[in-house]
């Protein structure tokens, strides 16, 4: 007779997940803060979203809509979609998570790029899969290298574009290559969570190919322009089937009602988010020419934030920076966990956040060079 265990445990492969580590939000005490560890907008939400989130405040005691029809109407009409084909989310890490439990089985593969998304190889995991890397080429997505890794058990393959934490995005001829490449019964997930922030001709966020295929699913969230990260509001646009499934496992009430009335009154705000995107032009190539000047490496980014490498040398390394830049208030986001240890990234914050970012990294520079 099988003896039973002590105490519950989780089934086999969860311990086995390293878990999700957020940016650092807090400075030294007495230290201003300039948090630009986790890719938030300088310019928060739309005063309209604040104004809608106020509003609901007298409901709360009321469950929210559960078809979040008012918010998949708003996306819709604001992207010229069929709301019927849209889901949304508390945030778009539900939507992944969904995703990965709807479509991936015990055993089974999902492939991402090397140092994509942490939350990918997390709901792979999570859903008893098998999480498949694929190598990347000077940061960015390789199609070959995922293409090469498809097997018979390959479900679900998610890529970023543009990818986070490295800002590189991939031309959307390579994405359709991508899913060409595909068996029909892969599902192909784009991730697009910083597409309004790209200015590249050759760059789509997916919609199109979402729109008219059987096996892609788009991600998008209201965390980044839309300054709602708080909110936690995350949509998928996808073929009827694959929304037919993900509608019978989601949480019945996944989205507040304060986070749909303050997501539809995002989405009209057109001005704020011309604002953000305008800000970011400035600031992206002035940030990186002076950290550049530096004589850091900063990898092309089409995102609102960069990647910053460092020499692996004793007194200037990532890490050394980390902890010269955190006694000062400046809060940059370690990467370890993306396989990019000797790196930092950083976003594009307010004109304030940005050059006293700029400034201490020049006296980091200086005080290593002459140590």
């Excluded at 190598?135 to 058990?153: C, F, G």
């Excluded at 390959?154 to 990818?163: D, G, K, Q, S």
Aim: proline share 7%.
């Amino acid at each position: 007779m099988n003896q039973r265990p002590a105490r519950p445990g989780p089934r086999p492969g969860v311990l086995d997940i390293a878990a999700y580590v957020p940016g650092r939000s807090k400075a030294p005490d007495g230290v201003r803060l300039h948090k630009l560890s986790s890719n938030e907008t300088p310019l928060g939400p739309s005063p309209a979203a604040l104004d809608a989130y106020r509003d609901a405040a007298s409901k709360l005691d009321l469950y929210p809509d559960g078809s979040q029809r008012a918010l998949r109407d708003a996306i819709a009409g604001t992207y010229g979609l069929n709301p019927d084909r849209i889901v949304c989310g508390a945030g778009s890490d539900d939507i992944l998570f969904l995703m990965a439990h709807g479509f991936i089985g015990h055993g089974e593969e999902g492939i991402y790029t090397e140092h994509g998304f942490a939350v990918y190889p997390i709901a792979i995991r999570a859903a008893g899969g098998i999480p498949v890397v694929a190598p990347e080429t000077d940061l960015a997505t390789d199609v070959d290298a995922i293409l090469a890794r498809v097997t018979a058990k390959t479900r679900l393959v998610f890529i970023a574009n543009p990818n986070n934490p490295t800002g590189t995005y991939i031309p959307f001829d390579e994405v359709r290559r991508l899913h060409a490449g595909l068996p029909s019964d892969v599902i192909l997930v784009l991730d697009a969570a910083y597409s309004e922030y790209v200015r590249k001709n050759d760059y789509e966020s997916g919609i199109e190919l979402a729109a008219t295929s059987d096996n892609v699913v788009m991600t998008r969230t209201f965390s980044k322009i839309h300054g709602l990260a708080g909110l936690r509001i995350g949509w998928c646009y996808a073929p009827a089937p694959i929304v037919d499934a993900l509608n019978r496992i989601r949480g019945p009430f996944n989205v507040s009602s304060p986070a749909i009335a303050a997501g539809v009154a995002a989405l009209a705000d057109r001005g704020h988010v011309e604002r953000a995107v305008a800000h970011n032009e400035v600031w992206l190539p002035k940030v990186t020419e002076a950290v550049t000047r530096l004589g850091l490496k900063v990898t092309p980014s089409v995102g609102n934030f960069i990647l910053i490498h460092f020499p692996e040398e004793r007194g200037r390394s990532a890490a050394d920076a980390d902890a010269y830049l955190y006694d000062r208030g400046v809060v940059l986001r370690r990467i370890e966990a993306y396989g990019l240890p000797n790196a930092l990234r950083m976003t594009i914050g307010t004109a304030e956040a940005n050059e006293m970012a700029i400034a201490t990294l020049a006296e980091f520079m200086t005080a290593a060079g002459a140590a």
